[in-house]
């Protein structure tokens, strides 16, 4: 049995989902949520604060989700709850929680899509990537990728 956390979240696309290849292809992107709820004395929706998470998935699902996802499509990813840890520029030690994608979907409460089938070929093992400067990148910080 596996300790791993799993998480579903779901929420709109709020990133570029850029294929970034390296010698596995993959993509990182954020995904927003802003959970709301019925205030009874004002009679109105109110909105919470925004949750932002860093989505991170490999090989052929990147592809497809490179492929298939626009900023604003809602969506669903099911993965593993991780954490990832760099040092920025300025010295100071920076991490950022990411969801580690297994799956990801589009939300169909909001709409309808059309699987269309792909054959790619297998793709090699991962050696390293690029997550740091991607991250930083996301967070909007530019970071020096230590030497590996």
């Known amino acids: 049995m596996s300790n791993d956390n799993t998480m579903t979240f779901h929420g709109r696309v709020g990133t570029k989902v850029e294929l970034r290849e390296g010698s596995v292809p993959w993509v990182l992107f954020r995904v927003a949520s802003t959970p709301s709820w019925f205030d009874q004395a004002t009679r109105t929706w109110r909105d919470l604060e925004t949750i932002w998470i860093s989505v991170k998935a490999w090989r052929n ?35 950022s929680t990411v ?5 990801i979907g589009h939300d169909l409460t909001w ?15 991962a050696k390293s990537d690029d997550t740091v400067a991607a991250l930083a990148e996301l967070e909007g910080e530019s970071v020096e990728v230590p030497a590996a």
């Open 61 to 95: 699902l990147a592809q497809n989700a490179a492929e298939s996802l626009e900023v604003g499509d809602p969506v669903v990813v099911i993965g593993k709850v991780r954490t990832e840890k760099w040092t920025a520029q300025d010295g100071q030690p920076r991490e």
């Open 99 to 103: 969801l580690e994608a297994n799956l």
């Open 111 to 125: 709409g309808v899509t059309k699987l269309q089938r792909v054959d790619r070929q297998p793709a090699a093992a």
